[in-house]
C-alpha cells in the first residue's frame, strides 16, 4: 500500500482583527480581547492576525485606545504563536498613498512592536505600491506575505493571476496570499487557480475569503485538495456571514484526512465559549445586524464586499435618498469599468462606491467627481489591469497630467515635517505614525490620553494628601 503523504493544513485565526471588523465595525476591545490570549496561544495557529486593517483607525477613533499599546499587549501574551497585520502597501493603514519614508518608518515599528508576518495588499494590484513595504519587511526580518486582491473582470484571468504571482515572488515576498474580500471565488474556480499559482511560484499560498456568498467552507476545501498550504478561519461566534468560514468547521473538515490540521477541539471549544457572550452582547446592543450572519447572494451579482455595501446603506440613508439603493448597485461595476476595471477593496471601493452615489444622485455621470475618484484617472493611485475610460477621464480631469510612474516616486520623504506638526503630543516614536495616518483623530486621541495622565496624577496627589492626616 502506498504511503499516504501528510500535508496538514495550517490555520491563521482572524478572531482579533478581520472577524470583528467584518460583522461588529471592528469594535471589539483590547479589554475583551486579552483574557483569552493565554488560551489562544496554545492552539498551534500557524499565526493570529490581529492588527491593521481598520483596527487602527476604529481603535483611536470610537475606542480611545492606543493601537501600539494594544499591540504591545498582544506580544506580551502570545509567547509561542506569530501575529500578523493587514497593510495596505503604499497607503499603510490610511486612505492615501504616502511618502517611502512613512512606510518604512511603520513596518519598522510594527516589527519592532511584535508583529511577525505583514500581510501586503495594493487596491490596484500595482505591484510598484507594494515594493517598498516588502522591502522593508525584508530588511526588518518580518515575513512579508504579499495578498492579491482578488476580483472578477475581462482583464482578471488565469494568466493575470499566475503572471502577478510570478512577479511577487520576484520581488521578494515570503508567500502569497488569494485575498477575496468580497467571497467571489467559487469552489471549482479555486481548484483551478490555486493549482495555477502552485504551478506558478514555489512560495506557500494562503487562501484568504468572506462568508458573505455562502461558499467560502467549500472553497477553502476545494483550494487545500489543490495544494494551498494555509487557510484563514474565524471561531464560531465571531465566523461565516460577513467574515471568515468557522475555524472549528474546518478543523474538523480535515479531520482524519492527509490535511489534518491537529488542532484540538477541546481547546477551540473553551475558547468559542470565551467569545459567545461577546456576540450576544453585540446582537443585543444592535452592534451585531443578524443581516451580516446570513448569506447575501447580491455579493455575487453586484461583486461588491460586503462592508462596501453597509456603507452604501448608510450613505444614500444620510441624503434620505435609500430608494436609490439598486440604481447605486447598479452604477457601481459601471464606475469600476470607468476606473480600470479595479478590485474593490479599501480605498477603492469607497472611491467607486462614493462616485456612484454621486453619479446617481446628481441625475448625471461625473456631474461631479470626488478628489479620491480625479487622482485615480490621473494614476495617483497606481496602474490599473485595464485602461481608464478616456471619455470619463476626459470629463474628469481635463487636460490635467496623467501620471505613469509609480506614484510615490513623486512624494517626498514627510517623516520629518509631520514629527513638526504634532510635536507638542509626541511621547513615543510611534505617535508621529498615528498623526501621520489620521491627522485629526490622532490630535483627539492624544488630547483625551493627556486628559486621562492628569486625571491619574491628580489621583496619586490625593492619595498621597490622604497620607498625611492634618
Ligand atoms: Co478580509
Not at 481603535?59 to 506580551?76: C, V, Y
Not at 520581488?171 to 487557480?193: F, H, Q, R, W
Not at 496602474?383 to 510612474?405: H, L, R, S, W, Y
Request: charged share 25%; with cysteine; glycine share 6%.
Amino acid at each position: 500500500m502506498a504511503e499516504i503523504v501528510k500535508k496538514p493544513v495550517k490555520i491563521t485565526e482572524t478572531v482579533l482583527r478581520d472577524a470583528h471588523q467584518s460583522l461588529i465595525a471592528t469594535r471589539m476591545t483590547t479589554e475583551q480581547m486579552l483574557p483569552i490570549v493565554d488560551k489562544m496561544d496554545k492552539v498551534g495557529y500557524h499565526a493570529v492576525e490581529c492588527w491593521g486593517g481598520a483596527t487602527f483607525d476604529a481603535s483611536l477613533r470610537f475606542l480611545h485606545e492606543d493601537p501600539w499599546d494594544r499591540l504591545r499587549k498582544f506580544r506580551d501574551g502570545f509567547k509561542n504563536t506569530k501575529l500578523q497585520m493587514l497593510f495596505r502597501g503604499q497607503n499603510i493603514l490610511g486612505y492615501r498613498p504616502y511618502a517611502d519614508d512613512v512606510v518604512e518608518y511603520f513596518v519598522q515599528k510594527s516589527a519592532a512592536n511584535g508583529i511577525d508576518i505583514i500581510r501586503i495588499f495594493d487596491c490596484m494590484n500595482d505591484i510598484r505600491n507594494l515594493q517598498t513595504a516588502v522591502t522593508a519587511a525584508n530588511k526588518e526580518k518580518a515575513h512579508a506575505q504579499v495578498a492579491m486582491s482578488y476580483t472578477l473582470g475581462d482583464a482578471y484571468t488565469r494568466d493575470y493571476w499566475m503572471d502577478l504571482a510570478k512577479r511577487i515572488e520576484d520581488m521578494g515576498a515570503n508567500s502569497i496570499c488569494v485575498k477575496d474580500m468580497a467571497g467571489l471565488l467559487v469552489p471549482y474556480e479555486a481548484t483551478e487557480l490555486v493549482t495555477a499559482l502552485k504551478e506558478a511560484v514555489s512560495i506557500p499560498i494562503e487562501m484568504h475569503t468572506h462568508y458573505t456568498s455562502g461558499v467560502g467552507g467549500m472553497t477553502y476545501l476545494k483550494s487545500v485538495e489543490a495544494g494551498a498550504d494555509i487557510i484563514d478561519t474565524a471561531m464560531s461566534p465571531f465566523a461565516m456571514g460577513t467574515s471568515q468560514p468557522a475555524t472549528e468547521v474546518m478543523v474538523e473538515t480535515f479531520k482524519g484526512t492527509p490535511y489534518d490540521t491537529g488542532l484540538d477541539q477541546n481547546l477551540l471549544a473553551e475558547i468559542a465559549d470565551y467569545f459567545r457572550p461577546i456576540r450576544d452582547e453585540a446582537l443585543e446592543s444592535g452592534l451585531l445586524n443578524p443581516k451580516n450572519m446570513g448569506v447575501n447572494i447580491k455579493t455575487l451579482l453586484y461583486q461588491v464586499p460586503g462592508g462596501m455595501l453597509s456603507n452604501l446603506t448608510n450613505q444614500l440613508k444620510e441624503q434620505g435618498a435609500e430608494d436609490k439603493f439598486y440604481e447605486v448597485l447598479e452604477e457601481v461595476p459601471r464606475v469600476r469599468k470607468d476606473l480600470g476595471e479595479c478590485p474593490l477593496v479599501t480605498p477603492s471601493s469607497q472611491i467607486v462606491g462614493t462616485q456612484a452615489v454621486f453619479n446617481v444622485l446628481m441625475g448625471e455621470r461625473y456631474k461631479m467627481a470626488t478628489k479620491e475618484t480625479k487622482d485615480v484617472l490621473s494614476g495617483k493611485y497606481g496602474a490599473t489591469a485595464k485602461p481608464f475610460n478616456p471619455e470619463v477621464q476626459k470629463k474628469v480631469i481635463g487636460d490635467a497630467e496623467v501620471i505613469t510612474c509609480r506614484p510615490a516616486d513623486l512624494i517626498p520623504n514627510e517623516l520629518d515635517t509631520l514629527r513638526k506638526e504634532c510635536e507638542q503630543w509626541i511621547q513615543q516614536d510611534e505617535d508621529v505614525l498615528t498623526y501621520a495616518l489620521f491627522p485629526q483623530v490622532a490630535v483627539d486621541y492624544f488630547k483625551y490620553r493627556q486628559a486621562q495622565q492628569t486625571k491619574v496624577d491628580a489621583k496619586v496627589a490625593d492619595t498621597e494628601d490622604g497620607a498625611y492626616p492634618v
